[in-house]
């Protein structure tokens, strides 16, 4: 792309926003609802979401075309127009806090880890289960207590339980990313690439149990229920009998469904029905105190693609095509609002800075863990423990979970447990375990 078109671009973008704003004679702060009753589209809402959108596809091809996920594109996009008030244009601010635009963006991940699961193949898992189990394992145990250790040692006023959840952001790896590195690597067929993909889809089941339970923990704490052993039990009880009723659900339930929805004729009914699945199952996990995205996960999981039978022997397309057009609408709106909540001006202080140097260090340390753990002999450790290092989407899904959960400080005050600065510091995080990861991969799997 070339940098004129970019400026270009972002120029429009910017006219199109406070031109339409100017026209309308809204002011630049909040959107006010354009009828009496407040439950009519504001139509500046729908000029913010095409910026949104607008930023979202620039940002995602300039990354591209340096071969890098487009997700970094979004995420940046989102930081630049978070922070065009540092230039002096105010008209952004307002999508911040949108609850609409936040609901596009909850439904957009929602989606993403439905994809996410879908992608996953079981079956392959089995297959290199040991050795995947056990990287995954050292996977998530070391970066938990470094990225605990890193929180505490340079946030000592916060409370112990946003320690554990920026443990918790660390433990994940990003399956799109590492996925996407080694079939570019022509790698895939390789021992090494199913050991690497199988750890991180473990990883992400492991990190989204730790996230449920962290999640139990900070609610309860926050309706003044004191921590214990019998109720961190009771959470994760919970969050594992919630995954073997969806297995269950998966297994009896949803074949005959989907025989009985393949003898419909109107078209669409395969995508209503898996979205509707993903939406059932992910309202299930809310209910028993879960995060959404962790039934949406369940639901892409035990969805398989002999229950798709009926629809693909006349001719259909198979869901995750159908899902395609509906991923690359809403989950780019998910990340560029995650960019728009970095402050820029918090990492003018070096202290902040240094904070997210080392949750950086720590992150990739703690991966580099991971090849000490594999079993087999022979293979390339060094690629295994660079491959689990991108956090990517995940991680931000997680920081931005704990960017909505509110716990009271010593004041007794309310505040987030993922608050604007140490957000920001996962952003780096993810920014940069995701850039060096391509690099440093094909580096180690270039070696003998």
């Not at 899902?323 to 902040?352: C, E, Q, W, Y």
């Amino acid at each position: 792309m070339k940098p004129g078109l970019l400026t270009k671009s972002i120029g429009f973008c910017a006219v199109l926003f406070g031109g339409v704003q100017l026209l309308s004679g809204a002011p630049a702060a909040s959107p006010e609802p354009s009828a009496p009753d407040g439950h009519s589209l504001d139509p500046m809402l729908l000029v913010g979401i095409a910026v949104i959108l607008i930023f979202a596809k620039l940002g995602g091809e300039l990354f591209e075309r340096i071969n890098q996920p487009a997700v970094l594109g979004e995420l940046i996009a989102g930081i630049v127009l978070g922070n065009l008030l540092l230039v002096g244009f105010a008209r952004a601010e307002a999508l911040k806090t949108d609850a609409f635009i936040a609901a596009l963006a909850q439904i957009g991940v929602i989606l993403l880890l439905f994809e996410v699961g879908l992608e996953t193949n079981l079956a392959e898992m089995r297959e290199v289960g040991w050795s995947s189990l056990l990287v995954a394992g050292a996977g998530v145990i070391a970066p938990f207590f470094l990225g605990w250790g890193v929180s505490a040692y340079f946030l000592p006023n916060e409370s112990r339980l946003a320690h554990i959840f920026i443990g918790s952001v660390l433990c994940a790896t990003s399956v799109g990313i590492t996925a996407r590195v080694l079939k570019d690597l022509g790698k895939l067929s390789t021992r090494e690439a199913r050991i690497i993909l199988g750890a991180a889809v473990i990883d992400d089941v492991i990190g989204l149990l730790i996230l449920a339970v962290v999640v139990g923990i900070v609610g309860a704490a926050d309706t003044g229920v004191q921590f214990s052993l019998i109720g961190l039990a009771w959470i994760a009880a919970k969050a594992l009998a919630f995954f073997s009723a969806a297995f269950a659900i998966g297994h009896y339930a949803v074949p005959p469904i989907f025989r009985g929805a393949g003898r419909l004729k109107t078209r669409g009914v395969l995508l209503a029905m898996a979205i509707a699945f993903c939406f059932w199952l992910s309202w299930m996990a809310a209910k028993v105190g879960l995060a959404p995205i962790v039934g949406a996960f369940a639901a892409g999981l035990v969805l398989e693609e002999v229950h798709f039978k009926p629809f693909l022997e006349r001719g259909e397309r198979n869901l995750q095509e159908l899902l395609s057009p509906m991923t690359t609408i809403f989950v780019p709106i998910f990340f560029v609002l995650m960019g728009m909540k970095v402050d820029l001006r918090a990492f003018a202080n070096p202290a902040i800075l240094t904070f997210a140097i080392f949750l950086t260090i720590a992150a990739i340390a703690g991966k580099q863990i991971c090849s000490l753990a594999v079993a087999e002999r022979g293979l390339n450790r060094l690629a295994i423990g660079l491959g689990m290092i991108p956090r990517g989407e995940v991680g931000l899904i997680v920081a931005g979970i704990g960017a909505t959960l509110m716990l009271p400080n010593s004041a007794g005050v309310n505040e987030p447990v993922v608050n604007t600065v140490t957000f920001g510091a996962v952003v780096i995080m993810v920014f940069v375990t995701t850039l060096v990861t391509p690099p440093a991969l094909k580096w180690a799997l270039a070696r003998k």
